[in-house]
């Protein structure tokens, strides 16, 4: 992983928690990820319009995907909608890490050296200690049911992290390839509120509309980052260094959401630095 790859991935991690916090913002989370998806088509067909299309391989890839990002987005509104923003997003977001390296091993033939797994391990570690830290939350009582979506909101992160970077690898044009990715998967949600709100969708809208298009730039950025540095480095540490956007989620939810951060967090976040400089050891 080059310096670049690294910085570009950094700089995806941030974005990321930004517009997660943009989404937990709105407490009708229906319409915060109706708006972020709908963003997300607007912004894909201008860039479909400038780019090629992904050649023919990457195609089923981009079907996978779009399932999975449906089923993510759908675990995450979950999550949020019953837990604090500051534990469900790093919990959902590390425990994709360890996943992806499996994954990576298995269907695209990628094993990390000692270094690189011990990085990964490491900062698995950090993430862990950051999303347990406070079990019960600023709610006072032990959210197992909002755990429960963040953790298979975290498989799914995965199952995505580990399809994208084999089809972006096959599309020729990452460009395209994202492009397309945000218009499969952003017109299943605005569709089924479009079912479920009908006359109302349009006045419930407005109030969040810059806000959503805001926070579906900020996402299409963030995973456009991601996926070009798919094309240049291993899976599994990219994967573990993007979620060094706990710490960024984690900090927002202290001072936008007022939840408690600590010692504990932050020790664990002084963990998850160490991993990353075990993985960058390779580049």
Not at 30 to 42: A, E, H, K, Q, R
Not at 230 to 246: D, G, V, W
């Amino acid at each position: 992983m080059t310096p670049l790859v690294a910085l570009a991935v950094l700089i995806a991690a941030v974005t990321h928690a930004g517009w997660n916090a943009l989404a937990h913002a709105v407490k009708d989370q229906l319409l915060s990820f109706t708006l972020i998806s709908g963003g997300g088509v607007l912004i894909g067909a201008v860039i479909a319009c400038l780019v090629p299309l992904p050649a023919a391989a990457a195609w089923p890839y981009l079907a996978v995907s779009a399932i999975l990002h449906v089923a993510y987005m759908a675990l995450l509104m979950r999550s949020f909608t019953l837990g604090d923003f500051g534990q469900m997003y790093p919990i959902a977001r590390g425990t994709a890490p360890l996943v992806v390296t499996v994954l990576a091993a298995v269907f695209v033939g990628e094993r990390p050296d000692r270094w690189a797994t011990a990085g990964v391990a490491v900062a698995c570690a950090g993430l862990v200690g950051v999303a347990l830290w406070g079990i019960r939350g600023s709610r006072g009582r032990p959210q197992w049911p909002a755990i429960t979506a963040a953790l298979a909101t975290g498989l799914a992160i995965a199952g995505y992290t580990t399809v994208d970077g084999a089809g972006v690898r096959a599309s020729g044009t990452p460009l395209g390839y994202i492009a397309w990715l945000m218009i499969l998967q952003g017109l299943v949600v605005p569709a089924y509120t479009l079912h479920r709100r009908r006359g109302r969708l349009v006045s419930q809208l407005r109030p969040f509309a810059a806000r959503g298009l805001l926070g579906a730039l900020m996402s299409v950025t963030a995973y456009g980052l991601v996926l070009w540095a798919q094309t240049r480095a291993p899976l599994a540490p990219i994967a573990a260094l993007r979620e060094s956007s706990i710490i960024v989620g984690a900090a927002i939810g202290t001072v936008f959401f007022k939840e408690r951060f600590g010692a504990p967090r932050m020790a664990a976040a002084g963990l998850m630095v160490v991993g990353i400089g075990l993985m960058l050891h390779t580049s």
